[in-house]
C-alpha cells in the first residue's frame, strides 16, 4: 500500500512537472533562440548560457554601496523593443544581484511589469529625492551614438558606516 502512494505521488508531481514546462514553452516568446540556447547548453558551452546575467551581477557587485541603489535609463527610447528588453534585464538581474538590498527604477507607487514600464515611468530623482529616500547612489545607464550601453556610477552621499 505504501508502494502504491509513493508511485502515485511521483506520477502526480511528474504531471505537474511536465504540465509546468508545456505551458512554459506555449507561451515563450516567439523571437527567442530556443535551439541557440538548446545547443549552448548540450555542447556544454554553459559560459554562453546567461553570460549577460554575469556581466550585469559584476557590474552591480562593484558598486560598493550598502543601501538602496537608483537606476536611470536616459537616452532610452520608450517604444524601442530592444532597449526595453535590456532595461528589464538590468533592472531584475540588479535587484537579485543586491538583495537584499533594492534597485530603484521608478517613483512611489509605479507599477513596474517589465522594461517598457519602467522606460515610461521617466525617473530622473533629483539629489533631495534620493537622500529622502535613502539611496546612497546613483546608476545611469545610457546608449552612445553606436548604441552600445555606457555606464555611470555617481555617489550620492558617503558609504553608511564610515
Known sequence: MKETFRTIRCWLIAGIVCSAAMAHLWF?????????????????KTSNFGGAWRNFDELFATDGTTADLAVQFPRFAINDEAAAQLVA????????????????TAEDGARITDGKSILS??????????????????????LDETGTPVFRFDRIRPKQGS
Open 28 to 44: 515563450w516568446r516567439q523571437t527567442a533562440d530556443l535551439p541557440l540556447l538548446a545547443r549552448c547548453f548540450f555542447e556544454g
Open 89 to 104: 534585464q538590468i533592472s531584475h538581474r540588479g535587484s537579485f544581484s543586491i538583495y537584499p538590498r533594492r534597485v530603484i
Open 121 to 142: 515611468a521617466q525617473f530622473f530623482p533629483t539629489a533631495e529625492w534620493l537622500k529622502e529616500h535613502n539611496i546612497e547612489a546613483i546608476f545611469t545607464i545610457t
